[in-house]
């Protein structure tokens, strides 16, 4: 069975489809099974095979963050009802009085969790450029318990230093939490390079089909674990047992498929490089994107996501390019198989003020595009088209 391979000596293809897994005890089933079940036998008070109520422990969702954990360099993965319910574990690590440091540039839902909820606790947000990792340290104080980034950033994609963070995080005793969503463990790891927490969105492309909503956290610090562990139990926002299968499916072809995205990506964003409908391109994989080398070191390739502007920067231009999209459906979310398109100020970060978008760059005319896994001759057609 492969938990008796040492799978820091497999690579990460490998990983994907065995990692932390063996075959169902019961039955030998490869796959593991969807344990729908609320509650568990016991053979006396308190003597049970393991699981006593599925809020606590579910044989399927132990499957899921047993594989997260073996992706992401890690040694326990804990799952959730949603990305946004993950995140919210990690702020119950914090106090009142605690402060936290942001990425300026990052998903609407986490602006609004931070300000709308856990302002009014006593917990002090900065949110900041981070494009240059230096220009945190004047902000850490002795109330700075962590720092938040994303990297690549929703809907920028500006790219942030993770192992410069790590290595002030550590200097200054502070939790680093890296949102790994857009890169995925299989282009970026960011335990490896020094963060405490890695946050997910399953619901994108771990799941992979748009048939999911789910977050996770991944961390490779035992008594770190133990306190997400009591916080997921004990606030009880756990991830289903049929969704952690959905998941654990998609982690399974989770390596081909960012590698089509990838190369998707790649060819779209040449594209509109060129194209004079089009302003501005923001796509990590393009030599003049800022940070593009800090990308090439801490990323193995360069992802699906990208976002540009309209070359007549407007409302109206964006959303009638949207609107004219066939093949790119306007859609919340990303990270399935099929291509969306988005309206970042209308959608996805509607919840930021405008003055607030705007400075990060979050203008009427950014259009957001999650490149999927079709043909990419039909995916660039339908961008003429739409552009023409």
């Excluded at 799952?79 to 936290?100: N, Q, R, Y």
């Excluded at 779209?268 to 089009?278: D, E, M």
Aim: hydrophobic share 40%.
């Amino acid at each position: 069975m492969f938990n008796k391979i040492n799978q820091t000596k497999v690579k990460f293809n490998t990983k994907t489809i065995h990692g932390g897994q063996s075959p169902d005890l019961a039955y030998g089933s490869v796959m593991p099974p969807i344990y729908q079940t609320s509650t568990y036998a016991q053979s006396s008070p308190g003597k049970h095979q393991g699981f006593e109520y599925s809020r606590t422990h579910n044989p399927t969702r132990h499957a899921l963050e047993q594989s997260l954990a073996s992706i992401e360099n890690g040694t326990d993965g804990i799952t959730f009802g949603s990305g946004l319910a993950a995140i919210d574990a990690v702020m119950k690590l914090l106090s009142p009085g605690d402060e936290v440091i942001a990425t300026n540039d990052l998903y609407g839902g986490s602006y609004r969790l931070f300000t709308k909820i856990y302002e009014r606790f006593g917990v002090k947000f900065h949110f900041v450029s981070m494009k240059d990792a230096r220009s945190i340290e004047p902000l850490i104080n002795a109330k700075t318990k962590l720092i938040w980034v994303e990297t690549p950033t929703n809907p920028m994609l500006n790219i942030i230093d993770i192992k410069a963070l790590a290595l002030m995080a550590k200097k200054h005793a502070i939790l680093l939490t890296v949102d790994n969503t857009f890169a995925t463990p299989y282009l970026q790891q960011p335990l490896d390079l020094g963060a405490d927490i890695v946050m997910h969105s399953a619901t994108k492309y771990l799941g992979g089909h748009s048939d999911v909503v789910m977050g996770a956290l991944v961390v490779k610090d035992k008594e770190l674990a133990q306190q997400l562990y009591f916080i997921q139990n004990a606030s009880g926002a756990v991830a289903g047992p049929q969704d952690c299968f959905f998941v654990l499916r998609g982690i399974k072809t989770l390596h081909v498929r960012v590698q089509r995205h990838c190369e998707n990506a790649r060819a779209v964003a040449q594209f509109l490089s060129a194209h004079p409908k089009v302003g501005r391109v923001f796509y990590p994989g393009l030599p003049n994107h800022t940070n593009h080398d800090i990308a090439k070191q801490q990323m193995s390739d360069f992802g699906g996501m990208m976002s540009f502007t309209t070359a007549a920067g407007t409302l109206e231009s964006a959303v009638k390019v949207v609107e004219q999209l066939k093949l790119f459906t306007l859609a919340e979310s990303l990270g399935g198989v099929e291509s969306l398109s988005g309206h970042p100020a209308s959608m996805t970060h509607a919840s930021i003020p405008r003055e607030e978008r705007e400075k990060s760059g979050v203008t009427d005319s950014l259009i957001r595009l999650s490149v999927g896994i079709e043909d990419v001759k039909d995916l660039l057609a339908d961008l003429e088209q739409a552009l023409s």
